[in-house]
Nanobody, 130 residues
Framework: QVQLVESGGGVVQTGDSLTLSCAASGFTFSSYTMGWFRQAPGKAREFVAVINWSGDRIYYEDSVKGRFAISRDNAKNTVILQMISLKPEDTAVYYC???????????????????????WGQGTQVTVSS
């Protein structure tokens, strides 16, 4: 079955950096767009970043542009989220997610909405103290 396992979260101070990793298994990773989402207490889950199956189409939520970088290694079935210049408002549980459909069905569409993703990890907590 599909498994997505996040790691790398922690407690850091404002301005620090963290790198989140997501190890995927149970599906043809290289055929799926992968995304990172986050959910702060009392708020809805929101889009952070997405990378298509080949890695040549990447999109970010406006507040993380220039600070976060998403990448993938299809040989290792891994997607990475590098975060620098962290702010207290980045505090949330971060989730890795796999597209609901493979690239063969999505074609050029790259989803960014929660509803576009069908498999989710358990999440990793990122806390940024001021």
């Amino acid at each position: 079955q599909v498994q997505l396992v996040e790691s790398g979260g922690g407690v850091v101070q404002t301005g620090d950096s963290l790198t989140l990793s997501c190890a995927a298994s149970g599906f043809t990773f290289s055929s799926y767009t992968m995304g990172w989402f986050r959910q702060a207490p009392g708020k809805a889950r929101e889009f952070v970043a997405v990378i298509n199956w080949s890695g040549d189409r990447i999109y970010y939520e406006d507040s993380v542009k220039g600070r976060f970088a998403i990448s993938r290694d299809n040989a290792k079935n891994t997607v990475i989220l590098q975060m620098i210049s962290l702010k207290p408002e980045d505090t949330a549980v971060y989730y890795c997610a796999a597209d609901r459909f493979p690239q063969s069905k999505r074609r050029i569409v790259v989803p960014t909405a929660v509803e576009g993703f069908g498999s989710w990890g358990q999440g990793t907590q990122v806390t940024v103290s001021s």
